[in-house]
């Protein structure tokens, strides 16, 4: 079945590793055959990646987008041990990535990342608050 994509003006997408960016006006695309995509509102770049969980995420994009290189799976690896031994209640979040890689579904391993980098964001939040605000 088709997949259709509406692009906002200069919205970007990367299809199979090629970038695209709309031009001035919305635009629809059909997408008629299976390929790796990601939209621009999906995409943590490298620079914005400033925390573990976000570091996390680029990595999996790394996983999705370059056919699952060794040297990621290794990274992937110890990046999440990192973070369930910086922070143990992240499990859940993480044994959830690990799932949806072992089933072979990427794209919903980034959704339950961007879940883990919103997890961590809210823990990060809380530990901010001043001590009579909590």
């Known amino acids: 079945m088709p997949l259709r994509i509406t ?17 001035e006006r919305s635009t629809s695309l059909l997408i008629e055959t299976p390929c790796k995509f990601l939209r621009e509102s999906e995409i943590i770049q490298e620079s914005e990646a400033d925390t573990a969980c976000k570091r996390l995420c680029v990595t999996l994009q790394l996983l999705y987008l370059a056919d699952h290189p060794p040297e990621a799976e290794d990274l992937l690896v110890q ?44 823990l990060l939040e809380r530990l901010s608050l001043p001590d009579d605000a909590a």
Do not use: C
């Not at 692009?7 to 031009?23: D, H, T, Y």
């Not at 499990?91 to 799932?99: G, R, T």
């Open 79 to 122: 990046q999440s041990n990192a973070i369930l031994k910086a922070m143990p209640t992240s499990a859940p979040y993480l044994l959830a990535i690990q799932d949806e890689l072992a089933e072979r579904q990427y794209h919903r391993a980034l959704k339950r990342g961007k879940e883990l980098v919103a997890y961590e964001q809210a």
């Open 7 to 23: 692009l906002k003006p200069s919205e970007r997408l990367i299809i199979n590793g090629a970038a695209i960016r709309n031009g």
